[in-house]
């Protein structure tokens, strides 16, 4: 053992790397504590290790301590793999399983593209963005998406270049602006997309949405093509309103139905038995509507307590909700519940449409039962209190908004509650994903660089676009709607971080601006190059008679359907006059664009806040299937750093409070303000924001409400401001703060569900 060997090898790596500037620890101190842990015969990768998780312990006193175990992460990686991507992409072309046998990574197209175009890429890669990864990011990355699963050949620059060539292929230029943009995390692919461009398995949708038959044959058919999805790393969104319900004749045989518990519990099953590629269990959504007469049985599916045939805890559940039962339980009326197979229509009806029908079916009697609309709205709070569920989303916000109306009534989303299109049994619905870092556009005078996210997320809608021809569909009617339609979901994470850097604390008007002008300049950005699509290759086949082919985009939708006088006024800086009429011209290749998407797994891998969400805590361990790891707010620790007052004592204030710094008399309100948690945040100022930016997503999004206190009267009326903003998502998760705990003495613990982390892992971007 020589301890200036490890102290020397740590030295190259705590200075400047490439455009990453140097670090301020102590070398000699990490050498020092990691040759305690040595032993005989140790191996040099061992020695890395180590000294890695010794750097790691030391974050909550310097972050660059994180960022020193991350380079020494990095560089035991690059010590293991090849620099050369010919030799990379050849080994993982003659790559040879556990047993023997010759099993590709990559596809004869991709290698094809290397082999042709080898000596560019070896230009173009840049091994230094390694060193730009966290811990987390790498341990999330090696933990599934490096090529293989085990022992990676892959370097994250690999990895990149494999998912540019995947959707570009020959096309160098286009190959080089990808991985640039990509290598320097101004965006990234969703997970699909990052597990399987360039591989043998292609499948790169992140989500799916379904309907189904009130049939054996059609219920048959929709387990076979949800199996089909979910074995190709997809997460899926069900719609299930239209089955019939307890106790409703079954005419083919003179039995009686068993309902949708039944049924749920199939599918329940379904998410165990068939993974996502092998990486993951299987992740269904089911939506219904709360007129079903089985749906008191439905939304209690996922309860910690009950009996164990009662219960599908593998599902996710959602409701499709109507504005007259939430009118009905402000006012505290009568619900009628109903069986679909003897109150037909219901699912294809919307607004006045589904009023109209729906009293009619009450004057007739057709109702199975009546209940008070409230004691429903209870039980719907209850469960989201016990269990985060079900999804809350509004089925005319969906259909009075969305540019798919022309196709028919839209009957559920997605499984994460962000994506709205038309699907039937016929028709299977997709939507590829990608995700935009806004950090990565602050510059250093603290102005936001409007052009350069407008040129990104133009790159990034002809991605996604061309994807849609290259990629590979599980099922034929998925590919067939795809083509058809060509939605895109481009959407964002680090709002939250973005909003720091610019010092514009959460709740102010700063905050306010910088939100409403981001979406706007996104949207803008994606109809252009929507637009000049249009303009090579035609507008998408279904095109004609959707509201942007009469003119209407997705703010003028939003004043059409919001409250009356809902002012929805544009910038100056963008020019929508010229773009109204491009599109009058040439129309738009894409029906769908924006999306708001959680970003559970990439905004691990970029190092981004999840979303738009605010932050959970300013420091906290969080454990996930790539390890557990203690998480800090890197730019809190550096305001304290030059204020002088950042120390152990300060340190143990913060975990002591949960991770929070209200109330800690040393550290300055102006910094209070700026690092509220979402614990903290006024719920009413997120849903104001969803509701700025929303006339700007043409899909939806993700938005789940925290309630800091175990209070059902908080959460409805959360529900019911959400709702009155005329939020197509009016919640996704329900996240309810544990009851107060003993004063703590270690870092505070963000137990996140793993079942949630699942379902946001599955179509995250």
């Known amino acids: 053992m020589n301890l200036s060997k490890i102290s020397d090898r740590l030295a190259k790596l705590q200075g400047p790397i490439g455009d990453l500037p140097g670090l301020d620890v102590d070398c000699v101190l990490v050498a020092q504590q990691t040759c305690v842990g040595l032993n005989d015969g140790i191996a040099t990768c061992k020695i890395d290790e180590i000294s890695s998780e010794v750097a790691l312990s030391l974050t909550t006193t310097n972050p660059d301590y994180e960022s020193l175990a991350a380079r020494i992460i990095v560089s035991d990686l690059h010590k293991k793999t090849n620099s050369s991507v010919l030799q990379t992409f050849t080994a993982m072309n003659g790559y040879v399983n556990d047993h023997g046998e010759v099993q590709p990574l990559i596809n004869a197209a991709t290698f094809a593209s290397v082999e042709k175009h080898h000596e560019c890429l070896q230009r173009i890669i840049d091994y230094d963005q390694d060193y730009d990864y966290s811990v987390f990011g790498l341990k999330t990355l090696l933990k599934g998406y490096l090529q293989p699963k085990d022992r990676p050949l892959e370097r994250p620059q690999h990895m990149l270049l494999r998912v540019a060539i995947g959707i570009w292929g020959d096309d160098i230029q286009q190959v080089t602006k990808t991985y640039q943009l990509m290598s320097s995390k101004r965006y990234t692919h969703a997970t699909p997309s990052l597990f399987n461009l360039g591989t043998c398995n292609p499948h790169s949708a992140s989500c799916y949405l379904l309907g189904t038959e009130d049939s054996i044959e059609g219920l048959g058919d929709t387990w076979t093509k949800a199996s089909k999805i979910s074995k190709s790393a997809g997460g899926i969104g069900l719609n299930v309103s239209n089955i019939r319900g307890t106790g409703a004749l079954i005419r083919s045989t003179g039995g009686r139905s068993n309902g949708l518990v039944p049924m749920a519990r199939t599918f329940n099953m379904l998410t165990a038995w068939i993974e996502q590629g092998g990486k993951r269990k299987g992740a269904i959504a089911l939506y219904i509507e709360p007129w079903h007469v089985d749906v008191f049985q439905f939304i209690q599916l996922r309860r910690p307590q009950g009996a164990d045939d009662l219960r599908a805890r593998n599902i996710f559940l959602a409701l499709w909700l109507n504005d007259v039962f939430m009118q009905r339980v402000q006012e505290g009326a009568t619900w009628s519940l109903m069986d679909p197979d003897a109150c037909r229509g219901l699912t294809d009806v919307w607004g006045d449409d589904f009023r109209h029908l729906y009293e009619s079916y009450e004057k007739q009697g057709k109702f199975v039962r009546q209940v008070k609309a409230q004691d429903l709205w209870n039980m719907i709070l209850r469960c989201q209190v016990e269990s985060g ?377």
């Open 389 to 765: 569920l079900p999804y809350l989303l509004n089925k005319d916000a969906a259909n009075s908004k969305s540019n798919q109306m022309n196709l028919g009534t839209i009957k559920c989303s997605n499984l994460c509650a962000e994506i709205i299109e038309f699907s039937d049994h016929q028709h299977t619905s997709v939507c590829n994903l990608a995700s935009i870092a806004l950090p990565r556009f602050v510059q250093k005078d603290l102005q936001f660089d409007y052009e350069g996210l407008h040129d990104t997320v133009q790159t990034v809608v002809r991605n996604l676009d061309h994807m849609l021809d290259v990629c590979i569909y599980p099922v034929e009617d998925a590919k067939t709607t795809n083509l058809r339609d060509r939605p895109l979901g481009v959407g964002v994470q680090g709002l939250a971080d973005t909003f720091i850097a610019m010092r514009a604390p959460f709740e102010s008007c700063a905050a306010k601006d910088l939100n409403r002008n981001i979406f706007e300049t996104m949207y803008h950005a994606a109809l252009t190059a929507s637009v000049e699509l249009a303009k090579q290759k035609g507008p998408y086949a279904s095109y004609r008679g959707s509201p942007m082919s009469k003119g209407q985009l997705q703010f003028d939708l939003w004043q059409q359907s919001g409250p009356t006088g809902y002012p929805i006024d544009t910038t100056h800086k963008w020019d929508w006059d010229k773009l109204r009429d491009a599109i009058r011209v040439h129309g738009v290749r894409n029906s769908l664009l924006l999306a708001n998407m959680p970003t559970c797994s990439t905004s691990q891998i970029l190092g981004c806040s999840e979303s738009f969400q605010p932050v959970n805590s300013n420091i906290y361990s969080r454990k996930t299937g790539a390890g557990s790891f203690i998480c800090i707010n890197k730019p809190l620790v550096r305001d304290l750093q030059e204020l002088g007052i950042w120390n152990s004592d300060i340190k143990n204030k913060i975990i002591t409070n949960d991770g929070s710094v209200q109330g800690i008399k040393e550290i300055p309100q102006e910094l209070q303000v700026l690092y509220k948690t979402i614990w903290e945040i006024k719920q009413k100022c997120c849903i104001d924001l969803a509701a700025d930016r929303g006339p700007f997503i043409c899909q939806s999004q993700s938005m789940n409400l925290f309630l800091a206190e175990h209070s059902l009267r908080k959460l409805s009326a959360m529900l019911m401001y959400a709702w009155q903003k005329r939020l197509k998502t009016i919640c996704y998760y329900c996240h309810v703060k544990v009851e107060a705990k003993p004063v703590q003495v270690t870092t505070p613990a963000i137990q996140h569900n793993p079942e949630i982390d699942a379902v946001c892992e599955a179509c995250s971007a």
